[in-house]
C-alpha cells in the first residue's frame, strides 16, 4: 500500500468565541454584575470540528462535502497549515498548494506581471521557477494583453483567473481546493477542471471540499456518508458509522460529540473519495454551526 | 532567535520581492514617484531648519554648525526608526488575508517594513553625502556608516516583531505607539546635540538605545571622528535583547495570528 499524503488522526478545532476587544468589554460589565467567574469558563469556545480522523491516499482524490458551517473551509486550512488543530494530529507529505482564496497576496497597485511573481514566491516557487512557469501562466489566465496593468484595474473574473493560473502552477503534490471552480466564464471552467483532471492523471493528490456534489466526473463516487440537514436538540448527537469498505487506517470518530449546549442545529460533513476508479476512503465527521 | 533569523534568510527572495513591491506601490500615480524618497527628507529639512534657524535663532552650540546639516544627519536614520516602528505595528492586520489564506511566514511583513524604510533612507543618503561634501565635512569617518546602520538594523526588527505581534492582540499599541514614538524623538538627540546636555537628563538619555545609534551617526558624519564605541556596543547589545524577545514573543503568539487578525 502507497503511503497516504494526508493523515488526520482524530483532529478537533476549537475557536474561542471572543476576541480580546469583546473580553476587555465583558471583563468590565462582568466585574460590574459581578459574573466575572461565569463569563470565563470554556463555554465561550467554539468547537468547529471535533473527532475527524481520515486518510488520503496518495494519488486520490478526496472530496468533503458539508453544509455552511460544517467545518470544511476549517479543515482545509488545517491541511494547508495555516491553523494547527487544538486537539489530534494532522500529517501531509508533501508541497501543499490551497485554492481556499484567489490572488489573497495581490496587491492591487502593482502590475499583474509582478504580482504573478511575487505571488508564485509567496507560494513556495523560486524566482527562476516562477519566470519559466510565467507565460504558461498567463497563457492559463488568458491574460496576455492586460498583464503589464495594474491589478486593480482588473475585473473580478480577471483577478480570480490570475489567482488561479498562478495556484495551480505552483505544481504542488496536495491540492487543497475550496469551492472556487466557479472562476470565469464556463470555458474557463472546464479548462480549470481540465488541468485539475491532468493533476488527477500525473498521481496528485486533491482534496477538495464542496457544500454540493462535485461539478466533475471522473472517477465514481463509490461511497459516502449522507448529507442532508438534520436537525437535532441533543449536542451529543453524531452521524451514523459510514457504509462499507473501510481502508486500512481509517478511524471511527469517537463516541463523543462536539461538547455544546444549547439547542443548537447540528449540521454535518461527509466525506467521500474519488479515485480512479476505485473508492479507497471513507469517513465522516460532526461539525457545529 | 536564532530561528527568526534562519526564517529571515530562508525566504530573502520574499522579503526582496515584496520590499521592491513596496517601494513601487507607494509612489504609483504619484507625478514625482521615486523622487519623493529624495523630496521627503528635503522637505522635512527645510520646515525644521526655518523653526530652528527663523523662528526660535540663536539657540544650538557653535558645535553643531550648520545646523540643518547636523539636524539632517539625525532625522534621516530616525524617520527610517519611527516609520519601521509605526508601520509594522500594523502590518499583520492589515495584510490579514495573506496570514488568513496564505500559508505564509508572518515574519516576513514586519521585516518587510523594516527594509523597505531602510530602502528609503539609503535613497535619502545620497544627498545627505551631496550636502556634506558641500560643506566641506565628508571625511573618512563616513565609510563607519555601515556599523551604526546594523545595530539600528537589529533595534528596528526587533522591535518591529515585537510590536507586530503585540497589536493583533491589542490593537491599542497602535494609537499609544504614535504618542510614545513622538516624545522618544525628543528624548534622542536629533534636535539638540547630546554633548551639551549634562546631569541627570544625559543619564535618562544614555539609556535610549537610539541616543547612542544617532550620536555614533553624528559623530561619523558631522563631526568627523568617532569615538562613540562603548554607546553603540550597548546600543547593540540592547538591539539583540531586543530582538530576542521580539522574536520569542511572536513565535509565541504565530499560532493565533490567523484567527484573531
Not at chain 1, 468547537?47 to 486520490?60: K, N, W
Not at chain 2, 492586520?93 to 511583513?109: D, Q, R
Not at chain 2, 546594523?150 to 518591529?160: R, S
Request: with cysteine.
Amino acid at each position: 500500500m502507497i503511503a497516504p499524503a494526508i493523515v488526520a488522526r482524530d483532529v478537533a478545532k476549537v475557536y474561542r468565541r471572543f476576541l480580546h476587544r469583546n473580553q476587555f468589554k465583558t471583563l468590565k460589565s462582568a466585574l460590574l454584575t459581578g459574573s466575572l467567574l461565569s463569563d470565563l469558563r470554556p463555554d465561550e469556545t467554539f468547537t468547529a470540528l471535533d473527532g475527524v480522523s481520515f486518510e488520503v491516499p496518495r494519488g486520490t482524490t478526496f472530496g468533503v462535502i458539508g453544509e455552511n458551517g460544517s467545518g470544511k473551509s476549517t479543515l482545509l486550512k488545517l491541511v494547508a497549515g495555516i491553523t494547527k488543530p487544538t486537539r489530534g494530529s494532522l500529517a501531509v507529505d508533501g508541497r501543499v498548494s490551497a485554492l481556499i482564496e484567489l490572488g489573497a497576496g495581490f496587491h492591487p497597485e502593482i502590475s499583474g506581471r509582478e504580482n504573478v511573481s511575487i505571488n508564485g514566491i509567496m507560494l513556495g516557487l523560486t524566482r527562476r521557477e516562477v519566470e519559466r512557469r510565467f507565460d504558461e501562466i498567463v497563457d492559463f489566465a488568458e491574460l496576455r494583453d492586460f498583464i503589464d496593468a495594474p491589478v486593480k484595474t482588473y475585473s473580478s473574473g480577471m483577478y480570480m483567473r490570475l489567482g488561479f493560473a498562478v495556484a495551480i502552477h505552483v505544481d504542488p503534490e496536495v491540492l487543497l481546493i475550496d469551492e472556487v471552480l466557479a472562476v470565469g466564464d464556463e470555458a474557463f471552467t472546464r479548462k480549470c477542471l481540465d488541468k485539475i483532471a491532468e493533476f488527477r492523471r500525473r498521481g496528485k493528490t486533491i482534496l477538495f471540499v464542496t457544500p454540493t456534489s462535485p461539478t466533475w466526473r471522473g472517477g465514481r463516487m463509490r461511497s459516502s456518508g449522507p448529507s442532508r440537514p438534520r436537525r437535532s436538540t441533543s449536542p451529543r448527537h453524531r452521524r451514523s458509522p459510514p457504509p462499507r469498505r473501510r481502508p486500512a487506517g481509517w478511524h471511527p470518530p469517537p463516541a463523543t460529540g462536539p461538547a455544546a449546549g444549547g439547542a443548537a442545529r447540528s449540521r454535518s460533513a461527509a466525506c467521500a473519495s474519488w479515485t480512479r476508479g476505485d473508492a479507497s476512503a471513507t469517513c465522516s465527521f460532526p461539525g457545529r454551526p | 532567535m536564532i530561528a527568526a533569523v534562519r526564517a529571515l534568510v530562508r525566504y530573502r527572495a520574499l522579503v526582496r520581492s515584496l520590499v521592491s513591491r513596496e517601494l513601487k506601490a507607494r509612489y504609483r500615480g504619484s507625478v514625482l514617484g521615486f523622487f519623493w524618497s529624495f523630496v521627503n527628507p528635503l522637505l522635512l529639512l527645510l520646515t525644521y531648519t526655518l523653526v530652528f534657524t527663523v523662528i526660535l535663532p540663536g539657540r544650538q552650540s557653535p558645535a553643531i554648525e550648520p545646523y540643518f546639516l547636523f539636524f539632517f544627519c539625525g532625522i534621516l536614520p530616525w524617520t527610517w526608526f519611527s516609520a519601521s516602528l509605526a508601520e509594522s505595528s500594523g502590518v499583520l492586520i492589515t495584510s490579514g488575508n495573506l496570514i488568513k489564506k496564505v500559508l505564509f511566514p508572518a515574519e516576513v511583513l514586519p521585516a518587510v517594513t523594516v527594509f523597505a524604510n531602510l530602502a528609503h533612507f539609503l535613497l535619502g543618503l545620497p544627498i545627505l553625502l551631496a550636502f556634506l561634501a558641500a560643506e566641506g565635512k565628508l571625511g573618512w569617518t563616513a565609510l563607519l556608516l555601515p556599523l551604526p546602520l546594523v545595530v539600528q538594523l537589529v533595534l528596528c526588527l526587533g522591535f518591529a516583531l515585537f510590536l507586530s505581534a503585540l497589536t493583533v492582540h491589542f490593537r491599542d499599541v497602535q494609537s499609544i505607539l504614535g504618542h510614545v514614538l513622538h516624545l522618544w524623538f525628543f528624548a534622542t538627540p536629533v534636535l539638540y546635540h547630546y554633548g551639551d546636555i549634562q546631569g541627570t537628563l544625559r543619564q535618562a538619555l544614555r539609556l535610549n538605545p537610539m541616543t547612542h545609534v544617532l550620536v555614533s551617526y553624528q559623530q561619523i558624519l558631522f563631526h568627523g571622528h568617532f569615538g562613540h564605541w562603548r554607546g553603540l556596543g550597548l546600543a547593540l547589545l540592547v538591539g539583540l535583547f531586543v530582538f530576542a524577545v521580539g522574536a520569542f514573543l511572536f513565535d509565541r503568539l504565530r499560532d493565533t495570528f490567523p484567527e484573531e487578525v
